[in-house]
């Protein structure tokens, strides 16, 4: 993707924030489908932009054979195409940027236009010309913008934008606060879209997949300060993209230009520029006084005018965080470094043929970080590193006039170091809460020595044919192809010392937590505490193989009418070592169609309607789940010894403390993921089915206003089979034959399989977007969004905290598993029912002293929901005696049981924030503009509860059911209070950087 400076793209802004609205809603299929001269990196979707329209006479009759060019500081040379035999015209493959737009007939005056062209997106650029010499004429030209005329659901943010607004930099950051989407997920980094799953969206960085093979997060490849464009699409996505059920986050990077451009930025923050919320001010957390400061460089230029570019750029953190653990209060610091350097090169070897090359190496060591969002104590604390690099090498150019090619592969790598124990005495095993609130102490969790490796390779290509006819209007058809292989190398060994402890610790007469020297005492109660024997396979590894093809027709029927037509196919495939295992062998086919009306036939207004099913990712956190890649053996024990306190951890012994002593469990349940744990032969990742209405309109040049109605049914999930069909088996050491006992087996299936009810288990959704952008003035600039979730409920989580794909309590000893207890239905845990986006950028010139940008940013989230439930809920004696009754040899270990109310039935407390930003640059010399950029965050201080501790308990005084399960319950000591500092908002803090930029 060209590049330009930045201050070029500054100008480029403020000429975008008169004329040109930026937020787009991006072609639906395929008018990104040409050669460009430009460079810029392709694979999944579409990293360029694109201009097309019409040309008529004054008459308003079509005019065949004008030619359109194109020219932009983001373009090598110059770009043509010639109208065909409708007036239409298609300029596919632009880099995103400003350009002027001139159409040129024999016989007829030159009409010339400006247009900004959007990542992803299409500007419709129209033209009536006028015959040469005949001044009396009026010349009608139109810039339609792409939020209007265009299917896919998408937002897009450039560069200047970030910059000037108080916001994060980074594609997640950036990604969070559009419409359509939450951060109301298990772990940190990701998105919610549209009611789907938080781990099943793609993030796309020059074409190339950066996700994370697990979590479904974006791993670093990109200097912030590089970052040209960033586009989201959450809904009506074409058949270009796939791998996902959730939305796309596709950035582009900068890559040079003609000029010599640059930045640096040097960003500076402190803990104590924080203030402490009520949570930390009760629990006197006190941050370390140190200034952290990153600093990030940019450089590009030509090595030859419009033959050869460069780009480069770096980035180096040394930064300390200070931080407060939940449930204990205890204050502790965390150190990271990070080292990003990125080169590109650029090459036009000849007309029409462009061959690109870059390299991306991400490096991050940490110290002293907490494994867990839910860990509470220091003696967790460990260090890792993060190695993490990028090579991906682009081809493109024209076949013919009309026919177009483009080729890409890379290679993704992202390694795990360290980050966890290294001791193997017993007494620094880690412990998990057993039904308190999720908390983990006393020890790291994982093994420190046992390395894991998450790596990717992506191969695509694309043929592009664009054709014009008399009768059936025009059509851009695109065929693309994409090879995806995704890696996994590792025994994810849990712990250093083969063992994880489920126990509770020593609490107070208040419930408040017992510290000794900062350490918990785990409490060992008979036939409630739980071991966890984990026994990993180091070096296991596995490939997913997802080979796809899409087709894609973008069908221009006439003034009115318009449809996306498209399909996209995949097949996957699998191998894991050891065992030479199949995890999964199958394929989907997807439709993804969508149409437009136009009802004046002049782009102002708009009415669109697509329909489209998405293949969710074949992931090795739901396909390797029977071979060793990953899942280490599992058996689990249940605790037979004395009730007892166990202080002196981590260096008691079993003698000391009883707990510690595996003799003293009873095995109930054994996972050996090659010896019981089975796949079915057409096992398929859920598939997500979606419709949405639009309409739109422009208000003027100045603006547009979106409304977009989405519903998705979600259905097919990866569900685990434990019953009496499944079978059971007698688990032995690979090594030594020693056997452990006969367990059930467990199989993994989409329900309807086997005959069962194939909707018994269903997400839905259904919500409304609303949209606008408006330059109010020449200076200033409003956008807003405001999304509410109608309906996001279902009987199916699907993922949980550290758990990415994990599968529900259906089909687990379904004699004892009432749907009402176990599986119930209600809200999904990212329901939300409001969330709005408002800001605004508010630009004083003042000539030569420079320019002052004032942004503002207003966030408000309504409540969550929560589940009144029981963790660790055990097998009643009723149950017992029904599984004995039917002749099964084991049960569920523990489970969370619901209460009458059902799955998400509680509301926490909803809150705004408020945050400002000033950015100042002034003009030194030629291109040279100095800035500073000071950013206040939650600025009114609010610190509002947001979150509280919601522990029950089962009440077994009070009334069961027919299976002896208490239908009431307890409220935990704690119940409704803050146990962390997140539960509060963050504290007023504030932000300073500078740099400059030419």
Not at 324 to 351: C, E, M
Not at 774 to 785: C, E, F, I, R, W
Not at 814 to 843: C, H, M, N
Request: aromatic residues 12%; contains cysteine; negative net charge.
């Amino acid at each position: 993707m060209m590049g330009t400076s930045a201050s070029e793209r500054e100008v480029s802004l403020r000429k975008r924030r008169i004329g040109m609205p930026s937020r787009v809603l991006a072609s639906g299929v395929g008018l990104a489908l040409a050669l460009t001269f430009a460079p810029g990196a392709f694979g999944q979707g579409r990293q360029t932009g694109a201009i097309g329209g019409a040309a008529v006479d004054s008459q308003g009759l079509s005019l065949p054979g004008v030619t359109v060019t194109v020219s932009s500081p983001s373009l090598q040379g110059t770009r043509t195409a010639v109208t065909d035999i409708n007036g239409n015209y298609s300029l596919p493959q632009l880099p995103p940027g400003a350009y002027s737009v001139v159409f040129t007939l024999s016989g007829f005056d030159d009409v010339e236009e400006e247009a900004t062209v959007p990542l992803g997106g299409e500007v419709g650029v129209n033209a009536v010309l006028a015959p040469a010499g005949v001044t009396e004429m009026v010349q009608v030209v139109g810039v339609i913008p792409a939020e209007i005329q265009t299917t896919e659901t998408a937002s897009n943010m450039v560069v200047d934008e970030v910059n000037a607004l108080p916001m994060g930099r980074s594609p997640f950051a950036i990604a969070a606060v559009q419409p359509g989407l939450n951060t109301n997920t298990p772990n940190g980094g990701q998105l919610a879209v549209n009611g789907s799953f938080a781990y099943d969206n793609v993030y796309l960085i020059d074409g190339v997949d950066t996700n994370d093979n697990l979590f479904g997060t974006s791993n670093s490849l990109y200097v912030a300060d590089a970052i040209e464009e960033t586009q989201v699409l959450t809904s009506g996505i074409s058949a270009e993209y796939g791998r996902f059920s959730g939305g796309v986050v596709n950035v582009i990077t900068k890559s040079g230009g003609n000029t010599f451009s640059g930045s640096w930025r040097t960003n500076y923050d402190n803990p104590t520029w924080e203030g402490l919320n009520p949570y930390e001010v009760e629990n006197e957390v006190e941050r370390e006084d140190v200034l952290n400061q990153t600093h990030e460089a940019t450089l590009g230029g030509p090595i030859a005018r419009d033959r050869l570019w460069f780009f480069t750029s770096y980035r180096r953190a040394r930064t300390t965080d200070s931080d407060s653990f939940g449930q204990t209060g205890i204050s502790y610091n965390s150190r990271a470094n990070n080292d990003r350097n990125q080169i590109k090169l650029t090459a036009t070897l000849a007309p029409g043929h462009t061959l690109s090359g870059q390299y991306m190496r991400n490096y991050t060591a940490r110290f002293d970080r907490a494994p867990f969002g839910f860990s509470i104590t220091p003696d967790v604390l460990n260090d890792a590193t993060r190695p993490n690099d990028l090579y991906v090498t682009t081809w493109r150019g024209g076949v013919s006039r009309n026919v177009f090619a483009e080729a890409q592969v890379s290679q993704k790598r992202f390694g795990f170091r360290g980050g966890g124990g290294s001791e193997t005495a017993i007494g620094h095993s880690p412990f998990i809460t057993l039904t308190q609130e999720l908390g983990h102490y006393n020890a790291p969790y994982f093994d420190a020595t046992d390395p894991e490796d998450r790596n990717n390779l992506q191969v695509t290509g694309n043929v592009t044919w664009y054709r014009g006819t008399e009768r059936f209007g025009s059509h851009n058809v695109k065929v693309g192809f994409e090879s995806y292989r995704s890696t996994r190398t590792g025994g994810n060994s849990q712990t250093s010392t083969g063992y994880v402890f489920d126990a509770d610790y020593k609490v107070d007469a208040n419930g408040d937590p017992v510290l000794v020297n900062n350490r918990l005492t785990p409490v060992f109660s008979p036939f409630e505490s739980l071991i966890e024997n984990w026994i990993p396979s180091r070096g296991a590894r596995i490939n997913i193989n997802t080979s796809s093809f899409f087709i894609n027709d973008n069908w221009s029927l006439n003034d009115h009418f318009s449809f996306n037509l498209g399909l996209r196919g995949e097949y996957v495939s699998s191998e894991a070592t050891p065992g030479d295992i199949t995890t999964v062998d199958t394929r989907a086919i997807v439709p993804r169609l969508a149409a437009s009306y136009d009802p004046l036939g002049d782009g102002r207004y708009s009415i669109q309607a697509t329909y489209s099913q998405y293949s969710g990712k074949y992931s090795e956190a739901q396909f390797a789940e029977n071979t060793n890649v990953g899942n280490p053996s599992l058996l689990l024990g249940v605790y037979t010894g004395p009730p007892h306190e166990c202080p002196g951890l981590p260096n008691a012994t079993a003698l000391d403390c009883p707990g510690l002593d595996p003799a003293n469990y009873f095995t109930v349940l054994g996972r050996f993921p090659t010896q019981n744990v089975f796949t079915g032969d057409r096992l398929n990742s859920p598939v997500t089915e979606e419709f949405t209405l639009s309409t739109g309109a422009t208000l003027g040049r100045r603006g547009h206003f979106q409304v977009t109605y989405v519903r998705r049914r979600a259905r097919s999930f990866v569900e685990d089979y434990q019953d009496l069909t499944t079978g059971t088996t007698v688990l032995t050491d690979p090594d030594t034959g020693d056997e452990y006992g006969e367990f059930t087996n467990k199989f993994f299936r989409n329900p309807g399989d086997l005959g069962d009810d194939p909707d018994v288990l269903q997400r839905n959704y259904d919500g409304l977007q609303f949209e606008t952008r408006y330059q109010l003035l020449d200076d200033l600039l409003l956008n807003g969004s405001w999304t509410t979730q109608l309906r996001n409920e279902g009987n199916f989580d699907g993922e949980g905290t550290n758990t990415p794909g994990v599968s529900s309590v259906y089909g687990d000893w379904p004699e004892i598993s009432p749907a009402d207890r176990f599986y119930p239905w209600g809200r999904l845990d990212d329901y939300q029912k409001q969330r709005v986006r408002v800001w605004g950028i508010y630009t004083l010139g003042m000539g030569s002293f420079g320019d002052l940008d004032i942004g503002g940013f207003w966030r408000y989230d309504s409540a969550e929901n929560y589940s009144l439930s029981s963790s660790s809920f055990r097998v009643t004696d009723e149950q017992q005696a029904i599984l004995d009754e039917l002749g099964y040899i084991d049960g569920p270990s523990s489970r969370t049981l619901y209460y009458s109310d059902g799955r998400g039935s509680e509301l926490y407390n909803g809150s705004g924030r408020f945050d400002l930003s000033l950015h100042y640059d002034i003009p030194v010399w030629r291109r040279l503009r100095p800035w500073v950029k000071i950013e206040w965050y939650n600025l009114t201080n609010n610190d509002k509860l947001l979150y509280f501790n919601t522990t029950v308990r089962p009440d077994w005084d009070g009334p069961l059911d027919a299976l002896g399960i208490p239908t009431a319950y307890i409220e935990g000591d704690r119940f409704g209070e803050a146990t962390a500092a997140g539960d509060y908002r963050s504290a007023r803090s504030f932000l300073i950087a500078w740099g400059f930029r030419f």
